[in-house]
């Protein structure tokens, strides 16, 4: 079954702290794996993607095929970071069909 | 930068009536896609539109849904009769080309009494 397992509903961390928002997916096949940010009050926005290897606001996440996993990090926690976090993959042939997790809240304290 | 519009915000209705969702995707792009999410739950696809047809759809995209793009500019999603379970927000995008990352709207809730 194509899944994607967000296991945490809510992660809390102080300002500066490190932030590690977990990722785990299962799929036949090689699929594109994304984050999704959702900031308060704002649309859905790609945060990044696995084939662009790139640090977006700090972030970063790395696929790991061995644990099917996509975990996002970020050393050091800011304000601005508290947001809405999904996880989403989708087949080579269906980019536009994205499967999303259940997201993850991200609240970060001064 | 050019955004993905839906309206209107917010839609009540009543069970069994007929809705219509209309989004106005980015000008330049080509593909477009509906997705939904039930309160508490995940953001689910419904249906994808190229080039004036449906190249996808998930089994939530029963025949009470149909998708149409009427004019050049906009995208709309209908319902034709609503049930209490369709409550949920409803959320358009658009991209230019098919590998390219989702622009989502805003979202439009849709409130089924």
């Known amino acids: 079954a194509q899944r994607v397992t967000q296991p945490e509903k809510l992660l809390s961390v102080f300002k500066g702290a490190p932030v590690e928002l977990k990722c785990n997916y299962s799929?036949?096949?090689?699929?594109?794996l994304f984050w999704y940010v959702q900031y308060s009050r704002q649309r859905l926005q790609l945060l990044l993607r696995?084939?662009s290897r790139e640090s977006i606001k700090g972030f970063t996440a790395d696929l790991n095929k061995g644990e099917t996993s996509f975990h996002l990090k970020k050393p050091f926690a800011q304000e601005e970071d508290s947001a809405m976090y999904y996880c989403?993959?989708?087949?080579?042939?269906?980019?536009?069909?994205?499967?999303f997790g259940k997201g993850t809240k991200l609240s970060v304290k001064p | 930068e050019p955004e993905v519009t839906q309206t209107p915000s917010h839609q009540v209705t009543q069970m069994g009536q007929e809705v219509i969702l209309r989004c106005v995707p980015i000008?330049?792009?080509?593909?477009f896609y509906w997705y939904r999410q039930i309160l508490g739950q995940k953001v689910e696809f419904l249906v994808s539109?190229?080039?004036?047809?449906?190249?996808?759809k998930s089994e939530i995209f029963d025949d009470q849904f149909s998708v149409e793009r009427p004019d050049g500019s906009n995208f709309t999603l209908k319902i034709r009769s609503t049930k209490l379970e369709d409550s949920a927000m409803y959320f358009c995008?658009?991209?230019?080309?098919?590998?390219?990352?989702?622009?989502f709207g805003n979202g439009t809730r849709l409130t089924v009494t």
């Open positions: 995008a658009s991209t230019p080309e098919i590998n390219s990352p989702l622009h």
């Open positions: 799929y036949s096949g090689s699929p594109e």
């Open positions: 696995h084939i």
């Open positions: 989403a993959l989708s087949g080579r042939r269906s980019q536009g069909n994205l499967i």
């Open positions: 000008s330049n792009h080509l593909y």
């Open positions: 539109f190229y080039n004036n047809e449906i190249s996808e």
